[in-house]
């Protein structure tokens, strides 16, 4: 339960069952605490999991229930009577009507005929390119040259007079804002079928499109919706997205659904959030009021090894769940998965993040140092330490003996180039396994490649720009290799980053880069690059992706989230890609963070072995300066900003 209400008569208590889309009215009059029946909160025609009620209020009378539903930005208004013996043996009563709100709602109240809605977020975030404004009288929060995201997250609070609300006419705008009318998606690929049998599905971390795609050209021009002036990262540093994003396909028009890593990582694989993960990411992100609840992690602890539920795991589970159920099988590199280190102390207790590594024989790879074998083998040409695996262990039960026990999590001194060879090691396996007839590439694959995270400017360690370059090769090696097997005629790939907050943006702080690639992808008009600027978001990947492997929806988010059908209309004869190894012919990928780098005392205070340890505001202002200069972010557009569709800020 996450809310509770008393009736006035003080013989009922309702409960709101976030994770049930339902209320549960409960007779308190008697010392049974029975259970007269639940009272259903999703919306008409809404058969998936998505309501999420999360705050409840009632009326003087008791004749009406109201009931804040964070998953439909929407408040269902219940009549109480209709609770029967009768009605609570059929089933779930249903709401009489919905009235829209802004996004998130998590608390109500009543005064008379008034009804107040607070929210969460409110209208959402807008651009993030100018410089933190400070409140009058509270001290500087550190010299930013760009917004934070979470500091644009203004919540609301909205009166509504009850008398004057129209049901009908308010829970149209409510249906209409969540898709629910919309038309069945499907993608239409050229010949008529489907021929993708393979998802592999890359998760990085936390940048803004103009960040990376800001100075995105073809033949000196720009492509797509970019401000070159925000491009920290572009295609000197990012060549290989740059090609792959001119050779298949911008999306320009992409959003994360989340802000942070907390919530990014379960929306990046859940296709939707929990009451309890926005209630707690804020407070865990302004200093670390809270532990780090996310990934199969809560308060230290692994509640899979603990053999207890996760309290913040969504009833619709995770996209390999949603493959083991439906026949399809799955493999993981690094996402949802705890990796501990050779040698680190153990920080926590019950099976926590930091367990101690235990002894190992070689805790690391030294300069010069021969890397493993099932790391790819040679000797390493890197200049920092790399830390060795003492331990992988899987957070979620479908995952478990279904993940790459040599892979590493987050920890962002190994390189991505690390996490490519252990990736590219199974591929010639299953290519092996393909040339003789048998194909054993799981049909979905998560590939965690974190390392554009950056680990700011500790020294010693890597430069941003190096890091980002490192995931960027990663990222080209693997498509490129992918593009040269067989498993180029059935097999699609989708690249995004968790969350964009680590970046600025001059549309909105949520925009980011996506990409979609496979043999079945569009040909621009006249030799140009493709350009799709239809809204999409993080749950648009999820939805595609499950559409391509036949897998039903998880939720009312995936279920009516924009279908990214445009990327497989072309005629199938996109040509193998070939991986840009300039960052690592001119030794980027390799360079390290000099002792009087930008930012290097405030780096070196950070903890960068898991995601968002970090301070992530005082580390956008570090890699701005070792990334810019002293060149101050551009002021804030002063052109209206289009406003966005009201349906856009729901998945």
């Known amino acids: 339960p996450c809310a509770l209400e008393m009736s006035p008569d003080g013989k009922t208590l309702y409960v709101a069952l976030a994770n049930r889309d339902a209320v549960a009215a409960v007779d308190v009059e008697k010392s049974a605490f029975a259970v007269k029946g639940y009272f259903d909160t999703r919306l008409p025609g809404q058969s998936y999991f998505g309501a999420e009620p999360d705050a409840l209020a009632v009326s003087g009378d008791g004749n009406t229930l109201y009931v804040a539903n964070m998953g439909s930005d929407a408040v269902a208004v219940i009549d109480t009577s209709k609770m029967t013996t009768a009605a609570a043996k059929q089933g779930m009563v249903e709401p009489v009507g919905f009235i829209p709100t802004e996004w998130m709602p998590t608390a109500l109240a009543m005064d008379g005929e008034k009804l107040y809605v607070a929210t969460d977020k409110g209208r959402s975030t807008g651009p993030n390119n100018f410089a933190t404004k400070v409140a009058p ?10 917004t934070y995201i979470a500091t644009l997250l203004y919540g609301s609070l909205a009166t509504i007079d009850l008398s004057g609300v129209d049901l009908k006419a308010a829970t149209a705008e409510v249906m209409e804002r969540n898709r629910m009318k919309a038309a069945e998606e499907k993608i239409a690929f050229a010949d008529g079928s489907n021929p993708i049998k393979h998802v592999i ?6 940048r803004t499109y103009d960040q990376v795609f800001g100075d995105l050209k073809l033949n000196g021009k720009p492509v797509g919706n970019g401000d070159a002036s925000l491009a920290m990262y572009g295609e000197s540093v990012t060549p290989n997205q740059h090609k792959l994003a001119l050779q298949f396909g911008v999306l320009d028009n992409f959003f994360d659904s989340g802000e942070i890593s907390g919530d990014g990582h379960v929306w990046s694989n859940a296709g939707i959030g929990t009451d309890y993960l926005e209630k707690t990411w804020q407070q865990d992100y302004r200093n670390n009021q809270r532990t780090y609840d996310y990934e199969g992690v809560v308060s230290d602890g692994y509640p899979l090894l603990q053999k207890i539920p996760d309290v913040n795991e969504p009833a619709s589970g995770y996209m390999w ?8 099988t799955h493999y993981n590199f690094g996402e949802f998965i705890a990796s501990t280190f050779c040698n680190t102390k153990g920080t926590v207790a019950r099976e926590g993040p930091m367990l101690n590594g235990g002894p190992c024989s070689v805790p690391e790879i030294k300069p010069g140092a021969a890397i493993p ?8 040409k890197w200049p920092w330490a790399i830390p060795l695996l003492a331990k992988n262990v899987a957070t979620k039960p479908e995952l478990v003996g279904h993940f790459a026990a040599e892979s590493p999590d ?4 190994v390189p991505d180039q690390i996490r490519a060879n252990v990736f590219l090691r199974h591929l010639a396996g299953w290519i092996e396994d393909n040339t003789a007839g048998k194909d054993t590439m799981p049909n979905y694959i998560t590939l965690r490649l974190p390392d554009d995270h950056t680990g700011g400017t500790v020294p010693g360690g890597p430069t941003p720009k190096s890091s980002v370059a490192d995931n960027d090769l990663a990222i080209g090696r693997v498509v490129e290799a992918i593009s040269h097997s067989d498993f180029w005629d059935n ?5 995004l980053e968790d ?7 001059h549309v909105d702080a949520h925009r980011s880069l996506a990409l979609a690639i496979s043999k079945y992808a569009p040909h621009g008009a006249g030799g140009g690059a493709f350009v799709d600027s239809r809204f999409y978001s993080t749950v648009s990947v999820v939805r595609t992706m499950e559409t391509l492997l036949g897998l039903p929806p998880m939720n009312n988010n995936d279920a009516l989230a924009p279908l990214i059908g445009s990327e497989f209309t072309g005629p199938g004869d996109q040509k193998p890609f070939a991986a840009d190894t300039t960052n690592q012919d001119n030794g980027l990928i390799y360079t390290a963070n000099g002792p009087r780098a930008v930012g290097a005392r405030e780096s070196a205070k950070m903890d960068f072995t898991h995601a968002d340890r970090a301070d992530a505001q005082k ?3 570090i890699l701005w300066k070792d990334a810019m200069g002293d060149a101050p972010a551009p002021a804030r557009l002063l052109e209206k900003q289009k406003k966005a569709k009201k349906d856009d800020d729901d998945d």
Do not use: C, M
């Open 499 to 505: 969350d964009a907050q680590n970046g600025a943006d």
């Open 201 to 206: 599905y890359i998760i990085k971390e936390n």
């Open 491 to 495: 097999t699609a790939i989708f690249i």
């Open 137 to 146: 009288g509270l001290p500087p929060a550190g010299q930013r040259d760009f």
């Open 321 to 328: 769940g949603n493959a083991d159920a439906h026949g399809k």
């Open 373 to 380: 074998a099932e790391w790819g083998g040679g000797v390493s």
């Open 619 to 621: 580390l956008n202002a």
């Open 410 to 413: 987050f920890n962002l001194r």
